[in-house]
């Protein structure tokens, strides 16, 4: 069976659904993958884990140890980017030879390190078997990925879908396509 996970721009915000996720990944080489992929927004984080339990007094919550801090606190700590990323390579490893759907991928995320969240998305991917399947309504978000597609060519196509007389309607941009849209800032979206 296929795994198919799909991550809304509010996943992030729910601990049983990533704590389910986590426990799945906890102590594999994919903790080391989600830790790694952190370090794109926060370079100080050293490990991550969960603490609590659904069934207990103390619910779960993503801890991290940081060479900021002296003891380990809340994921929270390092703001709305290192929880969207969580979510978002948690997801991604755990959806290893199948599908992951990210609903407006680019929330919570400065646009100033998509081009390096889509290099890790395409490069783990592609390492792990995955496809993804992201929506976005952002230009930066857009332009962030067709760089990435350059560096990882035939891995990434960009579609647009169009409501037109109750169907929808794909087009698909090649890379050149794309390449020559973010060049000269053609609508895409």
Request: aromatic content about 6%.
């Amino acid at each position: 069976r296929m795994p198919c996970l799909y991550l809304d721009p509010f996943s992030g915000r729910s601990p049983s659904r990533l704590g389910v996720l986590w426990d799945a990944i906890a102590l594999t080489n994919g903790e080391k993958q989600v830790v790694e992929a952190l370090r794109i927004i926060s370079p100080d984080i050293e490990a991550v884990s969960m603490i609590g339990s659904e069934n207990g007094n103390r619910s779960r919550t993503v801890i991290a140890k940081s060479r900021q801090f002296r003891a380990p606190v809340s994921l929270r700590t390092f703001g709305d980017g290192v929880n969207r990323l969580f979510g978002i390579i948690l997801s991604l490893v755990n959806a290893a030879g199948g599908v992951l759907l990210v609903d407006e991928i680019e929330n919570g995320l400065h646009h100033s390190i998509l081009p390096e969240v889509w290099r890790v998305i395409f490069q783990m991917a592609d390492e792990l078997n995955v496809q993804i399947f992201a929506t976005s309504h952002s230009w930066d978000c857009v332009d962030s990925f067709q760089q990435a597609a350059n560096v990882h060519p035939q891995t990434g196509v960009l579609a647009r879908l169009t409501a037109l007389d109750g169907r929808i309607i794909p087009t698909l941009f090649s890379e050149n396509e794309l390449r020559i849209a973010a060049r000269d800032q053609i609508e895409v979206r």
